[in-house]
């Protein structure tokens, strides 16, 4: 009986650690739901790595990856509708501010630093923020992002009230600089910027962060619901774990975590060479000067929000440290 009492402690010892213990009737699998913040793209490789290498079905997940209608993944992950999802900090913050907060929690960052910046075509003046003085800019006319550009600009001893504000049509980056509909664009470089490089387009390009380290945010990150990560902590590790192995393959094998993207994701095979190069400069970026993939830098999360409560962009007041964890990381 003793023999018996320990195997069945063992039992429950291991699978409690699993922490999946409501697993899909079919597979034996805990069912998780990733929503995407937008259309796949090389952000997402790892989530795709784990899902074609194993990386989930070794942590006893079964994972289903969903596109979201736009600007969704955040209220599908706080309502339960799916237990994680992509998002970005400065996306997060309206949601973070005042009493009422959004239930969910950034567990992971995708890439270590803030890559976006503003793109124009080479030579133009625009290599540094004053010089989008008298410029047509693409705007989505949001209150953070101008706030940005007008900080940076200020920074550089220019002006923003001279910039004109164009409202912003671009879908393809590299057609509104060469039909000169737009003089400077706000870009990701890992997309859109590798797409300027593939098409031959020269240009002049400087990131937020290289002019005030405040913006050096994390975009994007992946969110989980609070709930699921109280109710689930092991199964919410053996899924940020699985990710941390599919962004690692992501770093050491890019073209080869390209094709597994190309092949979850067809329509981007058009697309290919885009898709190669994107993938190569990413393979730098995921974990970067970081010492290992997802973690915060708290200070860096921070600032940012403070930032923020600095130039009043928030209804509310924001908790510079609330919103992230690294609880769920693999051990370093």
């Not at 790892?46 to 969704?72: D, K």
């Not at 237990?83 to 907060?101: H, N, R, T």
């Not at 625009?126 to 989505?140: I, S, V």
């Not at 101008?146 to 004109?164: P, Q, S």
Request: net charge negative; with cysteine.
């Amino acid at each position: 009986m003793k023999k018996i009492f320990a195997l069945i402690i063992a039992f429950v010892l291991v699978f409690s650690l699993t922490g999946c213990n409501k697993p899909n009737d079919s597979t034996g699998a805990e069912t998780v739901t990733v929503v995407l913040d937008w259309t796949p793209n090389t952000n997402h490789t790892g989530i795709y790595v784990a899902e074609a290498l194993g990386y989930f079905e070794e942590a006893g997940l079964e994972v289903e990856v969903v596109q979201s209608p736009e600007n969704s993944a955040e209220t599908l992950v706080a309502s339960g509708k799916a237990q994680f999802g992509v998002s970005f900090q400065d996306s997060l913050a309206p949601a973070f501010a005042g009493d009422e907060k959004l239930p969910v929690t950034a567990v992971a960052a995708v890439i270590q630093h803030n890559t976006s910046g503003i793109v124009s075509r080479k030579g133009e003046g625009m290599d540094t923020p004053k010089g989008l003085e008298g410029k047509k800019y693409a705007t989505w006319d949001l209150d953070v992002e101008k706030e940005t550009i007008r900080d940076v600009m200020a920074k550089d001893g220019g002006d923003f009230d001279l910039v004109e504000l164009i409202p912003s049509t671009v879908t393809d980056e590299v057609s509104a600089l060469q039909s000169r509909s737009v003089d400077a664009i706000w870009i990701f470089y890992g997309w859109a910027g590798v797409a300027c490089e593939v098409a031959g387009l020269e240009t002049d390009y400087f990131e937020f962060a290289d002019i005030d380290p405040v913006f050096d945010y994390y975009t994007p990150v992946i969110i989980g619901n609070d709930g699921w990560l109280e109710e689930k902590p092991e199964c919410a590790k053996a899924f940020v774990e699985a990710l941390s192995k599919g962004y690692s393959y992501a770093v050491e094998n890019p073209r080869e975590a390209a094709d597994i993207l190309m092949e979850a994701a067809p329509e981007l095979k058009s697309n290919s060479e885009l898709v190669y190069a994107s993938q190569e400069y990413l393979a730098a970026e995921y974990i970067s000067d970081a010492s290992r993939w997802g973690e915060f830098d708290g200070e860096r999360w921070a600032a940012f929000f403070r930032w923020l409560n600095e130039n009043s962009l928030v209804e509310g007041e924001l908790e510079p440290d609330f919103g992230f964890t690294n609880e769920y990381l693999p051990e370093k």
